[in-house]
């Protein structure tokens, strides 16, 4: 049987295109019913009889199912997902204290990038999520927790590595004829590839951009973070100011702090030549412990004692609070639920959910 087309990926012209769909307004109706959430196409209820036969006989709304809501004490919610194929993603909730929701999707099953901090990295790539997919992440989260006010590009997954399919992502869910969310409040965030900043920078989407940079210790990143030997901290530093000046955008440097490894004098002295010059905000996070690595999480002494350095030297600092810490879902810790239901599928056993 012919596969389905799925059209969370769609805009409204290319709905109508590829499901041989006339007037072209039909397009736009099917396409805000998918924004707002719709499930089936019975609920589409400004549609003809004939279209939503054509629809159902021809194309569906998801590829991809939540197998489990897991609810943190704090607020936060993590969503394991489940593809078309079998692999499993996760997707965050993160409130913050005004209220605001933001949804942290994933963009890779997996990721490449093997940070000697971050679980995911532990699980190797899988491959690229489609953009519908990734727009699939954001309405599923939307379902479980409501209307969402923030997108960030910070799960699972390296983001420069999927830039297309974020460039489509973003054009579904900040469309006027659908969600329409505001650029202001997307965010990706990279590992440092100098190509695709500068490639960002270009070419859009317009988006903020955050670095992970962890540390400015040349020798230290390359052992915390290989991408580090091809992308080298000065010509890092070079794409980040272009993107700056290019976009008139503030950059996010952002940095896990591991006791006793980049919590030091010496390590904030690196990243305070390393800011020297930008428009950039730093944001800390104390790691968020993940079984296996020998990593240990700083004490409040230690990070209060780096920050202070760095606010010293003038940096707008903020040490973020850890959420989603008891359900494996704050930053470093994605995949640790999903890791064997991926080796699962790599070896071709049956899944189930």
Known sequence: ?????????????????????????RGKQIFSWVSKGAVSF???????????ATLSEKA???????????????????????????????????????GRKTACVSCQAGCAMGCAFCQT???GLGRNLTAGEIVEEFLLMEKEAGTLDNIVFMGMGEPLQNISSIRKAVEILTSKDGRALSSRRITLSTCGLTKGIY?????????RLAVSLTTADEELRKTLMPVTLGNPLPELKKAIVYYINKTGKRVTLEAALLAGTNTTK????RLIEFASGMDVYINLIPWNPVE??????????????????????????????RRGVKIGGACGQLGRSVSQHNKNCDSGKEQKN
Do not use: W
Not at 199 to 207: E, K, Q, R, Y
Not at 294 to 309: A, D, G, H, I, W
């Open 1 to 25: 049987m012919e596969e389905k087309i799925s059209i969370t990926g769609l805009l409204p012209a290319e709905i109508c295109s590829a499901l041989e769909i006339k007037p072209a307004f």
């Open 121 to 123: 990295g532990k699980l």
């Open 292 to 321: 296996g690595m020998e990593f240990k999480t700083p004490s409040q002494n230690e990070c209060r004692f780096f920050v202070q350095l760095l606010e010293k030297a003038g940096l707008n600092v903020s040490m973020r609070t």
């Open 266 to 269: 010496e390590s904030a002295q």
């Open 42 to 52: 019975d609920a589409m209820t400004n549609l003809d009889k004939t279209t939503r």
């Open 60 to 98: 569906c709304i998801y590829t991809s199912k939540v197998s489990k809501a897991l609810h943190d004490p704090d607020g936060t919610i993590k969503l394991q997902i489940t593809l078309k194929d079998g692999r499993a993603i996760e997707t965050v909730l993160l409130t913050d204290r005004e």
């Open 199 to 207: 490639d960002l920078a270009d070419n859009g989407p317009s988006m």
